[in-house]
């Protein structure tokens, strides 16, 4: 099983890359498992990681796409409420690469 | 998730045999099952020891089991019909991807074991033993396979290729080499009722989400009712309806449609799936039990009537396999199809006049619709020989006033895959899913071009997923790809005051 190094800690992941505990995560995992993706983590990524990480404390499950637009377009303003802005966020698709950072598991399914 | 390290096929100037290159697509396969998702469907958790014997076992069980696969496997006389029929062969050139080479993988086994011919004389039939290498062609191979079909419509005699890979699938788990994507998502449906793992909760919070902007876009309180006993009509529909892009637009669609009917439904939290992962792997035991969930709902909610949403192989189960795996349905309301397709009964309404449609709503749009396989060589809808073909299109026509269909060889019984179906939309096959939607994107392509055609309609959840993703591959926008009920939702002329069901 592979790992990531956080601050002298081994944290489990998968072969894809997504957090095999949980409870591993921090804000540090998440900026390691995006700088292997050529990304640099801005206040608006957070947003998005932030309202993913609480909406899976509540639900058990990453939002839909549809319900994640609408909080960031309540956040962040209407203009970036579409799932265009979040493709320019994560342009591996912020279902999936936005749960990646965010330490919860993959969406499966037709999605 | 590694950036991708291969090239998207260039568009070709006019289809041409391709020029092969024998192992490109040699590989590992998809990631393999974890121990507890393979022990969860029944299958041994890792690759046992004896597995030679028990995959020869196997397939003398599913040899008795389907007399259709041992004709499939003593009837091809290497014809070459199908030679450039599966897009993924012309996506990728691999030799093994010809049809008739992946059959061949599990028919070199079938004959040294099971006739007389390959087992005194294995080397004058092409009967070969099942070696390591073997079995891991299988697995690779196999996954390149989306059980489409295209090319058993080309085979003389009608050999099935997806009903070989699945049985190959099926031996593969057998003996402890299930795929990661399949066997993750068949357990969530026994746990929480869907392949998300969407548990009700969120359902409910989705839904209720999706209401409220209806009601903002529409001003009318159109419903998402989840697990109402006694309404008339449960909806069946992929959970990635719930979740995804472009697919949640039809969902409200079918809201919007059902509104406007003046109709009584309801989803279901328990069966809040249409999809049946179990067709893929070709477990029969696992495509039951996610069938009879189905049953269970229908029979608790006390509904009249079964209607699926857009989703290719979801309907080619309940279309042709339902009844014997979950039925009988005498408790449903016979004077309806048992079960109805949502395209059928949006065009039922359409017909009678219960719904009226703007057409200039769509005039921003000029579409071209994708028959997916599984709808376009699996199943029937409405009453007449292909109506799968000409419903889907009727309801699209009768939303918009630019429609454009796509080359006829590439359209209805010789629709290409979108190049993710059959158990294969997951990132660790984006090579050959984007090499596999080659076909389908030069025919889009070429409508593009002569008629100025902006968006692709579907109706399939794999379909959309796949699409939105590839599509960008090939210079298109990834929202190209539609849903014939956004279509519909977005040209239903809604009024408050509902009419009487017809």
């Keep these: ?111 | 998730m590694a950036k991708t390290k291969f090239d998207t096929p260039e568009f070709r100037p006019y289809p041409t045999v391709p020029v092969l290159k024998p192992g490109v697509m040699k590989g590992n396969g998809p990631f393999v099952a974890k121990p507890d998702m393979q022990e969860a469907l029944g299958f041994p958790g890792e690759l046992i020891d004896d597995w030679h014997d028990v995959a020869i076992e196997k397939m003398g069980d599913l040899l008795k089991k389907y007399r259709s696969l041992r004709v499939f496997l003593d009837s091809c006389v290497k014809c070459g019909a199908c030679t450039d029929k599966c897009h993924y062969m012309i996506g990728t050139n691999d030799p093994k991807n010809m049809p008739v080479a992946r059959q061949d993988l599990l028919r070199q086994v079938y004959r040294r074991h099971f006739t007389l011919a390959g087992k005194l004389f294995p080397k004058l039939v092409g009967a070969k033993d099942l070696t390591k290498d073997v079995l891991d062609d299988w697995y690779n191979y196999f996954h390149q396979c989306s059980q489409c079909r295209r090319c058993s419509v080309f085979c003389p005699y009608g050999i099935d290729t997806a009903e070989i890979s699945m049985a190959a699938r099926e031996i593969l788990d057998t003996v402890g080499l299930g795929q990661k994507y399949c066997n993750e998502i068949i357990p969530k449906i026994y746990k929480i009722g869907n392949n998300l793992g969407l548990p009700k909760p969120a359902l409910a919070n989705t839904l209720e989400g999706l209401e409220e902007d209806i009601k903002d876009e529409t001003g009318l309180d159109i419903r998402m009712p989840l697990d109402v006993e006694g309404a008339d009509i449960l909806l069946i529909t992929p959970s990635a309806d719930f979740f995804a892009e472009p697919h949640i637009d039809g969902l409200i669609g079918y809201a919007k449609v059902f509104h406007q009917a003046g109709a009584s439904w309801t989803l279901s939290s328990y069966a809040s799936e249409a999809a049946n992962f179990g067709m893929f792997i070709g477990s029969y035991e696992n495509m039951r039990k996610v069938s009879q969930r189905i049953r269970k709902a229908a029979i608790d909610l006390k509904v009249k009537r079964i209607i699926f949403g857009e989703c290719g192989h979801a309907w080619r189960v309940a279309y042709s396999f339902l009844n014997t795996l979950a039925g009988p349905f005498d408790f449903l309301d016979t004077r309806y199809p048992v079960p109805q397709h949502i395209c059928e009964y949006t065009y039922d309404l359409i017909q009678k006049g219960v719904i009226k449609l703007d057409k200039s709503a769509n005039d921003h749009r000029r579409l071209t619709f994708h028959d997916s396989c599984n709808v376009a060589r699996g199943t029937r809808m409405g009453d007449k020989p292909g109506g799968q073909f000409d419903i889907p299109r009727e309801v699209i026509k009768a939303c918009c006033n630019y429609y454009y269909d796509m080359e006829p060889d590439t359209i209805k019984d010789q629709t290409y895959c979108c190049g993710g179906g059959g158990g294969l939309l997951t990132d660790d096959l984006i090579e050959i899913r984007v090499k596999g939607a080659l076909p389908r994107m030069e025919a889009l392509k070429q409508v593009v071009d002569d008629h100025g055609v902006t968006h692709m309609a579907a109706i399939c959840a794999i379909c959309k997923t796949q699409f939105a993703k590839v599509l960008p591959y090939y210079g298109f926008e990834m929202d190209t790809v539609i849903s014939i009920h956004q279509l519909v939702g977005d040209a239903i002329v809604l009024t408050t005051e509902v009419k009487t069901p017809g």
């Excluded at chain 1, 890359?17 to 983590?41: H, M």
């Excluded at chain 1, 962040?76 to 690469?97: D, H, I, M, R, T």
Aim: with cysteine; hydrophobic share 35%; aromatic share 10%.
């Design chain 1, 1 to 111: 099983m592979a790992s990531i190094d956080v601050n002298g800690k081994s944290v489990e992941v998968d072969e894809e890359g997504y957090l095999v505990n949980l409870s591993e995560w921090t804000q540090d995992a998440a900026k390691i498992l995006s700088a292997q993706d050529e990304l640099e983590l801005t206040d608006n990524h957070w947003e998005v990681i932030n309202f993913l990480r609480e909406y899976y404390d509540e639900y058990q499950i990453a939002p839909a796409v549809r319900v994640l637009t609408k909080a960031i377009g309540k956040k962040l303003g209407p203009e970036k409420g579409n799932s265009k802005y979040l493709y320019e966020l994560f342009p591996y698709g912020p279902a999936k690469q936005a749960c990646r950072f965010a330490g919860l598991p993959k969406p499966t399914g037709c999605v």
